[in-house]
């Protein structure tokens, strides 16, 4: 293959990457930007997605499509369900503390991390995609169900990003990320917005999860990637910024294909988290981010 | 108020270093071993609580300091062979230059930046010990010879494999570290940290050099800790890139959390009761994960100031 449909190839994966990534990193950004809680347990929560997406379909016979729908709806939900007792149980008796939230998170990380180990073990398990179409490019064959996870991905986020900027529970919770106090007391349930938010953004990688799973399989410490990808993509695009956090997810989503490609892939994160540090060190607000109050 | 006390205090650590000296002559063998294993760790987690406990930064990269000081001393031993002493020196001051640079970097941030920030430099020294697979092992990691592991003091050779040896090697770094981490608390520079701690601008106002005083507990803590790391490769004889990972960066928070964060003894407690948590549970499950899951939650929840920490409010105000 010449180096021009090699690149395209490297391209596409890449965009692939970065759809998934878009929708985890605006996952954990929705929960820092609105609760100020750096939830650790997001992987694992991306991780529950995929296994719940395997079992589910797995116990639906008939064609591959109908257990995969079925996932697509109920592993999210169940995902949700799990996050809105964790902030019930642990996050809320904290007071949503900084530095509390985060030793509790990592504790929530290593219990669920260990309990998919035990009930779903070891092995990594494939999910049957939907449908098999095969788009034929005048170079290669290219899967057009990671294409469709792509337009999936694009539409949940305008869908995200409508609610969050057109709608009343959308201006609640910006109420509630710029002052919470205020919100307060201007009669908005803080401690209910702060409950769905953190449902809402595990959900979000619930979804991101059942959506790759048909591409990379489903594994119990499939969580460690996006966590760091995530943390990456957020800081990059400016904590709690819609926008920032997209753009920031197709750079790297695209950066990580392309080189991963052409370069070791362990020399290829070792820069990308360099460059992260250096980033957070030198600009905190991020390249997209505005200067925090 | 605290300074009623200094005898007391000395008594007590003093008191703690003598029982564990005596407990070397009791210990059945299995035991001893696994007190050398955590009087070595407890030294990880007393340079882990001079930052967390005293100057209140919570890093979670902390992996990188240990795994730079046991890389430091098991890859000269190995490579260049060096004899012990050299190789826990190369081991020390590759710590706490690793950390003086980490410092520089890392300061310029505060709270949530700073633990991601940390986080994410422990993960780029995790890459690089697996890029550099050809020298370090990579994965698989060294195993340091046992015929290098021997320690030539003026004509007498002590033999660091032995049990006795290991475990009184331990202890003496315990000792030393822990005699140091009580003056340094107790000194003026501990002040400051703490001050620190409490109102770091209002230390800023009184006169202090906060962001060169929270340099040089980054800098103490670093080489606490590459000491642990390097006492760790030349004791047990085991290089390995898992020490460097992220698990390795949250024990020492879990230690410190549960025996009790700026106590002078609480990271010995916490190491210790940990350590035979997971060993006496181990023999009815293999979730390891689960129990220091719950263990970290349960004390975020209930117990914040940890077991040492909980024993100073209620009774014992002198405790350092």
Redesign the interface.
């Known amino acids: 293959m010449h180096f021009g449909p090699h690149l395209l190839l490297a391209a596409l994966e890449g965009l692939v990457t970065s759809a998934v990534l878009a929708l985890t990193a605006l996952g954990l950004s929705l929960v820092f930007g609105v609760m100020?809680v750096?939830n650790v347990a997001h992987g694992e929560f991306f991780m529950l997605g995929a296994v719940l997406a395997w079992a589910i379909s797995t116990a639906i016979s008939g064609h591959p499509a109908v257990g995969f729908v079925a996932a697509l709806v109920v592993a999210p939900l169940l995902v949700g369900l799990v996050a809105l007792v964790a902030e019930r149980l642990?996050l809320r008796?904290?007071n949503y503390n900084?530095?509390?939230t985060?030793?509790?998170t990592?504790?929530?990380?290593?219990?669920i991390?260990?309990?998919a180990?035990?009930f779903y073990g070891p092995e990594a398990r494939p999910v049957e995609p939907p449908f098999n179409y095969r788009i034929l490019l005048p170079w290669f064959g290219y899967s057009g169900y990671k294409l469709s996870v792509v337009a999936a991905s694009a539409i949940l986020l305008v869908i995200t990003w409508l609610v969050l900027t057109r709608t009343r529970i959308g201006l609640i919770m910006r109420a509630t990320q710029y002052d919470r106090e205020t919100a307060q007391a201007f009669g908005v349930p803080v401690e209910r917005v702060y409950a769905g938010v953190f449902a809402v953004g595990a959900m979000l990688a619930a979804i991101a999860a059942v959506l790759i799973v048909p591409i990379s399989q489903a594994h119990y410490l499939m969580g460690q990637d996006p966590l760091?990808l995530s943390?990456i993509v957020v800081?990059i695009g400016g904590l709690g910024s819609l926008r920032g956090t997209v753009v920031a997810a197709i750079l790297i989503g695209l950066s990580d294909g392309i080189i991963s490609m052409f370069f070791?892939p362990?020399?290829a994160?070792?820069i990308a988290?360099?460059v992260?540090?250096?980033v957070?060190?030198?600009r905190?607000q991020g390249l997209f981010g505005t200067t925090p109050r | 108020m605290r300074d009623a006390s200094p005898a007391k205090a000395y008594a007590l650590h003093v008191g703690v270093i003598a029982l564990l000296f005596a407990l070397n002559f009791v210990l059945p063998d299995y035991h001893q071993g696994l007190f050398a294993r955590i009087m070595a760790l407890a030294v990880f987690a007393m340079g882990y609580n001079l930052l967390f406990g005293y100057v209140g930064l919570l890093s979670l990269g902390h992996a990188m300091f240990f795994s730079a000081g046991l890389y430091g001393a098991g890859l000269t031993v190995h490579h260049l062979g060096w004899g012990v002493p050299e190789a826990f020196i190369a081991g020390v001051t590759c710590g706490a230059l690793l950390a003086l640079v980490i410092g520089l970097l890392a300061l310029r941030t505060s709270g949530v930046a700073f633990m991601i920030v940390t986080m994410m430099f422990a993960q780029v020294f995790y890459l690089l010990i697996l890029y550099f697979a050809a020298w370090t092992g990579g994965d698989q990691g060294l195993v340091v010879q046992q015929a290098s592991r021997t320690l030539n003091l003026g004509g007498a050779s002590l033999d660091l494999t032995d049990p006795t040896v290991r475990y009184m090697s331990a202890l003496a770094l315990f000792a030393v570290v822990l005699l140091i981490t009580l003056t340094v608390v107790r000194s003026r520079f501990g002040r400051v940290l703490v001050a620190i701690r409490e109102n770091e601008e209002r230390t800023k106002m009184l006169g202090y050099d906060t962001v060169a005083n929270k340099l040089a507990a980054v800098v103490a803590s670093g080489a606490i800790c590459a000491a642990s790391g390097a006492a760790y490769a030349l004791l047990f004889g085991y290089v390995g890139s898992s020490f460097a990972g992220v698990q390795y960066s949250i024990l020492p928070l879990l230690w410190v959390l549960l025996g009790g964060a700026a106590t002078t003894l609480g990271p010995l407690v916490g190491t210790l009761f940990m350590y035979y948590v997971t060993d006496i549970t181990s023999g009815f499950t293999s979730a390891y994960l689960l129990i220091v899951g719950v263990a970290l939650i349960l004390l975020v929840l209930f117990f914040p100031k940890g077991i040492l920490g909980s024993i100073r409010e209620r009774w014992l105000g002198w405790l350092p």
Not at chain 1, 106 to 111: D, Q, S
């Open positions: 100020r750096v642990v008796r904290l900084p530095e509390g985060i030793v509790a990592i504790g929530m990380l290593y219990i991390q260990q309990l180990l035990t760091l943390f800081i070791s362990t020399l994160k070792i988290t360099l992260v540090a250096m957070l060190v030198f905190p």
